[in-house]
């Protein structure tokens, strides 16, 4: 699975990344976690606002931090 968290580092970017991290382990789910912080790349997504989240391609959340349970819904 390939996770995209898209943000330039700001606070919120981090949590997602923080987040996505601790639903992989308690999902027990073999994970790549790439940050993108390039806002070429990100628009590439079609993602305005950050941070976001993108699993195996797909934009799953956009300008906010979802919660541990709403990310764990996401990688499954």
């Known amino acids: 699975m390939k996770v995209h968290v898209l943000g330039p580092g700001c606070a919120k ?3 997602l990344t923080e987040t996505v991290t601790a639903a992989a382990k308690e999902l027990g789910i073999d994970c790549e976690i790439e940050k993108v912080a390039d806002f070429n790349q990100i628009m590439s997504f079609g993602v305005m ?3 976001g ?3 195996n391609g797909e ?4 300008g ?8 764990k819904s996401m990688l499954k």
């Open 53 to 55: 989240l993108v699993v």
């Open 64 to 71: 906010r931090v979802p919660s541990l349970e709403e990310v």
């Open 49 to 51: 606002m950050t941070p």
């Open 59 to 62: 934009v799953k959340a956009v």
């Open 13 to 15: 970017c981090t949590q």
